[in-house]
């Protein structure tokens, strides 16, 4: 199972007709003409871990590359760019969703969480991350932030009741290093405690 | 940077020192380093496997607003020299050198490097560039015409030596029992979820590369080569890596090419490349053809061995594993035979790839093991028990410790091997017909000369100082543990530094040596100031202590007796504020010149099987359950166990994780994980982490790590074999083994899906 993407693919903006127009590009009479990667840049602002962050983006960029690039929030991981591994896993309004299949534009107006924005202001880490860290759910670390904002949106959806469970509903997101077993314990370990939370 | 404050000496289970950096998303990988107002690059590579480029057509890409500019053969001024091949003594992975003329020697090599403001603009210049090419018909790999069949003596030069013994066709023809069977593996790419990328940067003359690497040593050396700089004038950060696997040990092309492309633009430039490139612009498993014969005495003695195997490899580069030096070591048996051979052909160069030489041939043998049971009538443990050895059959040279057996008995019991009815096909639940299946795994025991700074300071805090890598083994882990232990400080009091070219070498990630290499290192340096600190206390509460008798615990110095210091006073009487040391270690049997060869980055381990005074290896058994569907033949790995004897444990934790890692790549190994070529155009074709499949949690219910007590005392000081490439060589057979003991149907060529077994 991949993380549910909803709508907020990248088609949304590059493909043609409808979907374009609905979205908050410059308005005129000349986009329909001009293709996609020669629009000018736009203004948006994108609220991540309760804060607004002004951008002025290429249309085309993902949200994953304003994240990285724009932002030098660093933690969303690219790991394949096309929706394949799950390293670039954030929440976007409680959800988990692949910012590397995301138009930045399109998460306007919408609550994104990512890895950054987890532990407390005190430095206390979120259940689920403490979990990943004492059931060493983890080897190099880079598939660990998208594991665990998926992880995250895995109890919330009510997809860890059982661990067969997790392991269908955590399989979106690879791992290399092959901590699978470890993340499943970090899961079991970390839902009582966020839902007591 | 790595932190944390519980206790951790060595033995202990602390949670990783870099845990929370990982957690949290603070841990720095590469791509994450931020460099000032980066340019963009992207790679174009070759659609084709064989051929020269016969036009290019830059002026749609020029014309793509924010194009900086475009490197090809055509503008490229022979700004990279050669840095030579890593085994001959060099330090690149290839000796294809891409841009320095117009020929293609495989698929996917790098043809053109667009430069751009933004990676939008430089990724849609790269599809806008067009290139025609003179297609010449490539020769993929087996079966293909054109390939070139050479001996790995011959192209050794001689160097390399075919183990063998005795006579062993001849005691294989008049063998009571005998096997003979061709075994296949296919191509695999180690696919790190961290993607290759590089970031340059220029300032006065001197080159800062960030990537992920398994030896910045090794990279700065070799790019201060290619580059014609003074290696001081490089310095190399990685303190954090995605996954490596054998994949960021050598030398790669792009670096210098993104190091040139900096120089050019005078501006950082930065480079992610995508996950198909990555296919094709670094190394690979390469695809084997095996042929192995089995001969035993009625009791199931082995009298003759035989292993063959042949290697896929670029048309330059000899590169081979060889696992025929393992496979021709681990039973008893008076005469054997090996020979490898290497098959040329239009590929990019294969490299190392979690436990090379280990993991196909292994493969190969535990089958034919397997298959030589089932024809003796014995059980599959049995016949391991029967020609298990404390001496390898080539030289008669000792095992420094082995504990295969051991291994089994723990493993075959904690998993119910006596529960298990040895008739295939006898064993059903339901629609599922469940097969058991075992064999031995082995890594051997590698060392590398290794240097370290340690730094003490009055407050009760330590900094480790040496330039290793963290590539997901826990090295930062575990190097603060032998801090910790050696200097006895909390482990929330020692940091460690590494990935860093700067500070003082560190062999290779690779070879499982980096454990026993550094910590011994480290553990030096340790004494070296306790020595110092012990020396000065001649009044003060230790006053007529023998100094050589006074150990650091707990934040003094004492004696046996219980007399004390704390240690800043302790620290008082030897120095003037912070005691700093270097220490270098050569282990015993390696050559005097490998603490220079470290200096210089080259590759240069020692240990393992190639020893002259004795042989060391980390040893294990490792227990599967299949199901295999009787209507659909879906196949399922429900459990695994793995039991396994590698000396001291430094940190069982991380080291579980280590092998349970291993154990999953096993499986992956065994069921999924193929790179396909297209034999007519020799390229890949599944070319993603969609379709060349790995393992993904679902995959992978029960996974089961035992360790198995080992001393052992001749290794290195500390009693350590290296383990993180131990888990997955025995995997694949005890899977193929398993295959056959529930439906019948032997399987000799991976990966094993549902074809293989209808
Ligand atoms: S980077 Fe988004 S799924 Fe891989
Ligand atoms: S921890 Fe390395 S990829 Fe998951």
Known sequence: ?197 | MPDGSMSGRIGQSPVRVDGRAKVTGAAHYASDMAVPNPAWAWLVTSAIARGRIAAIDEAAARAVPGVLDILTHRSMRGEVGDAGFFAGGGYAGSTIRPLQDDRVRHDGEIVAIVLAEGLEQAREAAYRLRIDYAEETPAAGFGSEGAELVSAREASGGSFEDPGVGDADAAFAGAAIRVAADYATPTQHHNPIELFTTTAQWEDGRLTVFEGSQYVHGLKNGLAAQLGLDPAMVRVESPYIGGAFGSRGSLTQRTALIAVAARRLNRPVKLVATRDQGFTIASYRAETRQHVKLGADTDGRLVALVHEGTEVTSRPDPYKVAGTQTTSRIYACPNIRTRVSLLHADRNTPGFMRSPPELPYMFALESAMDELAHAAGLDPIELRRRNDTMREPIKGLPWTSRSLMPCFDRGAAAFGWAERNPAPRSMREGDWLVGWGCATTIYPTHLGAATARVTLTPDGRARVQTAAHEIGTGTYTVVAQAAAEGLGLPLGKVLVEMGDSDLPPAPVSGGSNVTASVCTVVMQACEQIRARLAAAATEGPLQGRDPATLRLLDGALRAPDGAAEPLAAAMARAANGAIEVYAENIPEGLPPDSLKKLYQGKQALGGGLEGKQHVMAAFGAEFVEVRVHSRTAELRVPRILGAFAAGRIVNPRTARSQLMGGLIWGIGSALHEATEIDRRTARYVNDNIAEYLIPVNADVPQVEVLFVEEEERTANPLGIKGLGELGNVGTNAAIANAVFHATGKRVRELPIRIESVL
């Open chain 1, 1 to 197: 199972m991949t993380p549910p993407n909803r709508d907020l693919g990248r088609r949304g903006l590059l493909g043609a007709g409808a979907a374009t127009a609905a979205l908050p590009l410059p308005s005129g009479p000349t986009q329909a003409a001009v293709p996609p990667q020669q629009r000018p840049d736009m203004t948006l602002t994108l609220r991540i871990n309760g804060k607004a962050h002004p951008l002025t983006l290429a249309p085309r960029v993902t949200l994953l590359d304003a994240l990285r690039e724009h932002l030098a929030l660093i933690g969303a991981k690219k790991g394949c760019d096309q929706g394949q591994c799950g390293a670039c896993t954030v929440l976007i309004d409680g959800h988990r969703v692949l910012s590397c299949l995301t138009l930045a534009a399109t998460a306007e107006g919408r609550e994104i969480t990512t890895i950054e924005g987890l532990a407390g202001p005190d430095g206390a880490l979120h259940p689920m991350q403490q979990a990943f860290l004492e059931q060493d759910a983890f080897q190099c670390g880079y598939c660990t932030p998208g594991q665990i904002l998926s992880a995250i949106g895995c109890v919330r959806e009510g997809h860890a009741e059982r661990p067969e469970d997790i392991r269908e509903y955590m399989s979106g997101n690879l791992c290399r290093c092959a901590a699978y077993p470890n993340i499943v314990a970090a899961i079991e370990q970390a839902k009582p405690r966020m839902e007591r939370a």
